[in-house]
């Protein structure tokens, strides 16, 4: 599969070098092509790896994976440009963490909205599938990381969308069982505003390897 990569930071390093190796072909995006980060990147990674900008990202992939600042993430996906997004599933791992009034971070968006529903709108010919948000980097492409089984959370409007993401994420290593679909991209609410607990989870047990498990009784 021919991936877009928006995004030179820590996730899109993990997930377009998991994808490489993977053997898919892998574009990472950033504001200007020629961007350090993404050609160091380039070097690395090897063979069906490239760079551009958000919109030659976009335009190569077909399907394309937001993994920019999340407050910046409307813009950097308006820069990447609705026609190159339109038809395509759209996977969004970011969060809208606003870090202006210093630790922890509030949500620049939440309650009664997400930034999965706000890239929703604007991009309504989008498939947007929110899924890894909930954890770190390196758990998102090697779950096995964290002892035990633990889950993935998928949530999008398109169930064939959602049921192609999940077929990633067991490329990833995640067992199927372990990807829990939540229906609408309205979970994004949820999804995102977990990640102010996650940051506790963090605090209390010392390391970002750690991940939640859905247990519930069988009826
Ligand atoms: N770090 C984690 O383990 C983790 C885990 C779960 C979810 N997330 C989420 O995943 C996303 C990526 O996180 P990250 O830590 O890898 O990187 P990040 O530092 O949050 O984001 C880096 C990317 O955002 C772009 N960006 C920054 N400001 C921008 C602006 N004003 N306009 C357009 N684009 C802008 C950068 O563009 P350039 O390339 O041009 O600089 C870069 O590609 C975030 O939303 C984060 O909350 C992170």
Redesign the pocket.
Known sequence: VKYGV????????TLAGKLVSLGHEVMMG???SG?E??VAWVKSAGGSASEGT?SDAAAFGETVIN????A??L??LK?AGAENLDGKVLID?????DFSGGLPPTLTVGNTDSLGEQIQREFPEAKVVKT??????DV?VEPSLVPDSHNVLVAGEDADARAQVSGMLQEFGWPAEDVLDLGSIVAARGMEAY?TLWLRFWAASGT?ILNIKLLAATE
């Not at 928006?6 to 390093?13: A, F, S």
């Not at 993994?67 to 999340?70: L, R």
């Not at 791992?93 to 963490?97: F, I």
């Not at 890894?132 to 980097?137: D, I, K, Q, S, V």
């Open positions: 928006l995004g030179t930071g820590t996730v899109g390093q950033s504001r200007q961007n980060v993404a958000f993994a920019t600042n999340g910046a993430s813009d950097a820069a791992v970011a969060n809208p963490l890894l948000n909930t954890m770190a980097a998102m990640v970002r």
